[in-house]
Structure formats: structure tokens, C-alpha cells
């Protein structure tokens, strides 16, 4: 039987030009598997019909839409996760989904190995192949730009000699990858990083610097998850596209960073992440209100170790799912909402409600009839100093 491999198809002109150029040099059979993770953009069955034109003997396209958001970027936000502080993880989080489905149809194809169309210095090679022997060991994997010498040029070369339905004249100085989560955005111009970023840069955002009038929305969260807006009820990948639109229209998300990747290389990236952005605001700031002082400490240090190892194409790791069970667990009484502004590139939080919360009003008011004793606090902060003053004392006695 005729090898048989599984490419990870985005309908660009790489994987386009992969299909025959993988044929070419394997002698294999291809299947070209698209997976809709709300890129938006082209229609899928046109993506889907141009892979057979260009040679693929099955192609399909996988709705893992709703999948992505709920068990991807929702245990993102349940984590508040952000790269540097910054990076909501938007390509990170949909590899492995990508993976999976990748995985399930070379099984039901029965096919021998993968391909993916990444480049050898970028971290998302990492994510794809860690990923595929992390849940379909048997599987090889192959990248034809980074194994088989496919190149810019070569990829034009050849679709204009074998005719591939796919535009080669087009040109777009960016690498970009977007999904629901946000979009991001290098090379061309931006790899000098002195340089700003042009409007057309961005897509999902419109520019904060002439903002619409404040738009105050409501978010309802129960258990981490967002579950209504404005009262409306959502499901997980509603709320992000919802937040995305009314986020995007102030400007909101937009991320200019020099990241560290994996392999070694600091590179600039341009995001745009305006609902999860919002989305990660509003639902620290519940936190802020539900979670337990010491509770909410520690999870800032499993955060950055959660978000880590996802940005390291660790998704199926087991130090993940145990972080990530502690997560959970926090997660518990972060119900309530958030009355967020949205204006001039700022989600700010100006409202927050919930029955299961710490913030009491009667410990904290500074009004009459506080139920503090404020006369405990002498003695409390008497035994916290004890030690920073025994250790001034000796300072003071022996002067080094
Ligand atoms: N640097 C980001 C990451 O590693 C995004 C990678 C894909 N970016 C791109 N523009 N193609 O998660």
C-alpha cells in the first residue's frame, strides 16, 4: 500500500505547494487537513476544494472552533495567562488542538507520518512535533520547508509551473497566524525593532487613538468561565468573538513585544488579542474579590509556570495537568460579574459583584460600625516585625 501523510493545511501557498512537493519527494500519498479554529477569512470548503486541486487525495476540514475555546482558551484564562507578562499564548493554544486532529485523521487515514509547514527557528515545529509523540508516538513527523529545502521562492516556482490554484503574485511581507484568541503578526518590516508597526499591521483592532464612545459591558463569570454578557448568555467561544468585536472597535489588546522562543532567538511579534485581553482583565479582577490572599499568591507562580510550559509546546505534559488541577481548584467561587469601560485601547474594570467572594464591607468600610478590632493589630504587628527588628538590633550592635 502506497505510504499515506497527513499535512497540516492552512490553504497559504506553503502547504499549498507542500501537497506535490511532499508527493514529489516521498513518493506519498497526501491528505490535507484544515482545522477551523475561528481564523475567519476564507471559506473552509474553498480551502478544502483547493487542496484536492493541488493534489491531495483526501482533504478535510475539522470545526474545532467551539473545542478551542472551551478546553483551550478558557484554561488559558482560568490561568490568566500571558507570555512575558503580555502574550495571551494565541498560537501556543491552538497547536495542540490542531495536533489532535491531525492525530485522528491520520488514524482514520491510516496514515504513517505528518507534516507541517513550520520553518526550523520558530517554536510552533516544537509544539507540533512534541505534541504528535505525545499523543500519537507511532506517527513521524516531516516539515517540507525546514527538511525538504521548500523555500519562498521554490513555493512560487512551483506553483506557476504546475498551475496550483493559489496566488503567488500576492505579496504580503507578514507571517501571520490568527485564530480566536488573538492574531499574531511578524517579519517583514517589524524585524527591525525599531521600527513601529504601520496600520495595516492590524486587523483585528481598530486604532485606540480615535475611539467610539465608551462602551460599558457587563460580564458574568461562573467558575473561571465567562457565561453571560450584558446578561445574555454565551457560550465560552461567544464570549471571546462577542469581546473580540466590542473590544477590537476601542483598540484593546494590541501587544508589541520582543519574546524569547524556545530554540533560542528572541524575535519581535505584533498581537492583537482584544477579547482575551478584556476577558483576562475581568476575570482577574474577580479573582481579586473570590480568591483567598495566600490562594491567589501561589496561583500567580503556577500561572507563570502553566503558561511556560504551554508557550514550550508542553500542552500534554503531566506537570501541566497537575498545575492545571490546582487551577481548577481556584476556580471554585470565581462566579460573580465585572463592569468593565471599554475606551482608548483600555479595558477598565469599574464594577464587580459576586455572592461568592471575600471582600467583606463591613471589615474594610472606615465608616462607623466596623466589625474590625482595630486593637488586635498592635500585638499581630508586634510578632510579624520580630525578626526584622532582632535582626536591625544586630546590625546596629556589631555595624557590618
Ligand atoms: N511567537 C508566537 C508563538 O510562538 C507566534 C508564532 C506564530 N507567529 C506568526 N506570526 N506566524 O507563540
Not at 24 to 37: C, M, N, Q, W
Request: proline content about 4%; some cysteine.
Amino acid at each position: 500500500m502506497t505510504d499515506r501523510i497527513v499535512l497540516a493545511y492552512s490553504g497559504g501557498l506553503d502547504t499549498s505547494v507542500a501537497i506535490g512537493w511532499i508527493a514529489d519527494a516521498t513518493g506519498a500519498e497526501v491528505i490535507a487537513v484544515a482545522v477551523d479554529v475561528g481564523q475567519g477569512g476564507e471559506d473552509l470548503e474553498v480551502i478544502r476544494q483547493r487542496a484536492l486541486d493541488c493534489g491531495a487525495v483526501e482533504a478535510y476540514v475539522a470545526d474545532a472552533r467551539d473545542e478551542f475555546a472551551e478546553e483551550y482558551c478558557m484554561p488559558a484564562l482560568k490561568a490568566n495567562a500571558l507570555y512575558h507578562d503580555k502574550y495571551p499564548l494565541v498560537s501556543a493554544l491552538s497547536r495542540p488542538v490542531i495536533v489532535k486532529h491531525i492525530a485522528k485523521a491520520a488514524r482514520e487515514f491510516g496514515a504513517s507520518t505528518m507534516a507541517h509547514g513550520c520553518t526550523g527557528k520558530g517554536n510552533d515545529q516544537v509544539r507540533f512535533e512534541v505534541g504528535i509523540t505525545s499523543i500519537a508516538p507511532e506517527l513521524k513527523c516531516i516539515a517540507p520547508v525546514r527538511d525538504l529545502a521548500l523555500t519562498r521562492d521554490k513555493a512560487i516556482d512551483y506553483a506557476e509551473k504546475h498551475n496550483l490554484p493559489i496566488a503567488t503574485t500576492k505579496k504580503n511581507p507578514f507571517s501571520i497566524d490568527q485564530n480566536v484568541w488573538g492574531r499574531a503578526v511578524e517579519t517583514g518590516f517589524l524585524e527591525d525593532i525599531w521600527n513601529a508597526p504601520t496600520k495595516d499591521v492590524y486587523d483585528y483592532t481598530d486604532d485606540p487613538a480615535f475611539p467610539p464612545v465608551p462602551d460599558e459591558v457587563l460580564i458574568t463569570f461562573e467558575k473561571g468561565i465567562p457565561v453571560a454578557i450584558d446578561g445574555q448568555k454565551v457560550t465560552p467561544l461567544q464570549a471571546i468573538e462577542i469581546m473580540n468585536q466590542r473590544a477590537g472597535a476601542h483598540g484593546i489588546g494590541r501587544i508589541d513585544i520582543v519574546e524569547d522562543r524556545l530554540v533560542g532567538i528572541k524575535s519581535r511579534e505584533i498581537y492583537e488579542a482584544p477579547g482575551a485581553i478584556a476577558l483576562i482583565e475581568a476575570h482577574k479582577e474577580l479573582e481579586n474579590v473570590t480568591l483567598e490572599r495566600e490562594q491567589a499568591r501561589y496561583k500567580r507562580r503556577i500561572t507563570d509556570e502553566w503558561t511556560e510550559l504551554v508557550y514550550d509546546g508542553m500542552w500534554s505534559s503531566p506537570l501541566k495537568d497537575s498545575l492545571e488541577a490546582f487551577i481548577e481548584d481556584t476556580q471554585r467561587y470565581v462566579s460573580g460579574e465585572i463592569r468593565m469601560q471599554l475606551h482608548g485601547g483600555k479595558a477598565i474594570v469599574d464594577g464587580r459583584k459576586s455572592d461568592t467572594g471575600l471582600y467583606d464591607f463591613n471589615l474594610a468600610t472606615y465608616d462607623e460600625g466596623d466589625t474590625f478590632d482595630q486593637s488586635a493589630a498592635r500585638g499581630f504587628i508586634e510578632i510579624y516585625g520580630l525578626a526584622a527588628k532582632q535582626a536591625a538590633a544586630r546590625q546596629a550592635r556589631l555595624g557590618y
